[in-house]
């Protein structure tokens, strides 16, 4: 068999194994009724097979990065979906996107001063307050 053919089979298995986290994660989350996606629950799952040394990153590495490549495509039905509210859009508009521009600004905001605090935890210096 080819390098070629090998490196296309090992990048479909990664995917597969990547799939199979997710969809026994959808299981696991209708099954118990959780709150909590079946994809985020595959994640999980998928995390702490790689921390239990269970699977290894080499296996699943290059079908992440094919999948967070490709990922854009899976926004395009819904972006499409948005056209049905094209009323919606015209009237409260602005006010979406303001409030979109400015939670994320939060959630960056937010996010980097928790960083901060935890890596000055880790490293033992406290931050002036």
């Known amino acids: 068999m080819s390098t070629k053919m090998r490196a296309l089979l ?4 990664q995917v597969i194994l990547i799939t199979c986290f997710a969809t026994i994660g ?3 989350s209708k099954s ?3 709150a ?3 994809n985020i629950v595959g994640l999980l799952l998928l995390y702490l097979a790689l921390k239990a040394k269970i699977v290894q990153v080499k296996h699943v ?3 992440g990065r094919l999948l ?3 990922m854009p495509l899976f926004f395009v039905p819904a972006l499409s979906g948005i056209m049905d509210y094209t009323a919606f859009l015209r009237q409260y508009g602005l006010q979406v996107v303001l409030i979109v521009i400015m939670s994320s600004l939060l959630t960056l905001v937010g996010s980097t001063y ?3 605090r935890l890596a000055h935890r880790k490293d033992g210096v406290t931050p002036r307050d």
């Open 26 to 28: 959808e299981l696991i």
């Open 32 to 34: 118990f009724d959780l």
């Open 114 to 116: 928790i960083v901060d």
């Open 61 to 63: 590495e290059r079908g």
């Open 36 to 38: 909590l996606p079946g």
């Open 68 to 70: 967070l490549l490709i």
């Open 10 to 13: 090992s990048l479909i298995g």
